[in-house]
């Protein structure tokens, strides 16, 4: 198993409860899983809509690992953020949202960072709640201690929004999608 996939198995753990509670808290910052548009967390009826053949294999592979590794994390009920879809809903959001380690995937894949070594990766709640910019009001670095420093890039006011720029300009609109399940507006 992968670094992404051993900090997803991480995440679920914290967001699941066993966390305490900061990550009970935090759990409620993050995505709704139905409303995390990573492709592999979309409905598999979906994934052909992406009209990319690239993404679609992609997306397809991923939910086949996940699944293969383990093949328990992936009942609804096996999560308290997505239990409640399989309560409410019953059988119908089985197909419809993500399953457990699907969603926490998602969500290390798109909001973890690179620390230092360039090699070791952090989830790191709030600084992973920073949006996209190209023009960005904020970045951050990593202290030798592995500490995460987020820094305004020019003066801001009460009320602005703090992004950071996602890629450094190097990404493509497939790579945006694939990792935050956007693309930006003009492409890249």
């Known amino acids: 198993e992968t670094w992404d996939v051993r900090l997803a198995l991480a995440v679920m753990e914290a967001t699941a409860g066993a966390g305490g509670p900061f990550w009970d ?3 409620q910052l993050l995505p709704l899983p139905p409303h995390v ?3 592999a967390c979309l409905p598999v009826g979906f994934i052909p809509m992406l009209c990319d053949a690239v993404l679609e294999k992609q997306a397809h592979d991923t939910r086949a690992r996940l699944r293969k590794l ?4 992936h009942t609804l009920s096996a999560h308290p953020a ?3 879809y399989e309560q409410r809903f019953g059988e119908e959001a089985v197909g419809y949202i993500p399953s457990p380690l699907d969603w926490c995937h998602a969500l290390v894949v798109s909001r973890c960072f690179s620390t230092v070594d360039e090699d ?3 989830f790191t709640p709030f600084l992973d709640m920073a949006n996209h910019a ?6 951050f670095t990593t202290g030798p201690d592995g500490s995460m420093h987020l820094y305004a ?3 801001m006011s009460a009320g602005d929004e703090v992004t950071i720029c996602y890629d450094g300009g190097s990404y493509s609109s497939r790579r945006f999608f694939e990792l935050y399940g956007f693309a930006p507006r003009d492409g890249s």
Do not use: I, K, V
């Open 25 to 27: 808290g935090y759990r």
């Open 37 to 39: 548009s990573n492709a």
């Open 70 to 73: 383990y093949p328990t994390l």
């Open 82 to 84: 997505t239990g409640f």
């Open 120 to 122: 070791t990766f952090a």
């Open 134 to 139: 190209e023009t960005p009001t904020a970045n």
């Open 153 to 155: 890039l020019r003066d």
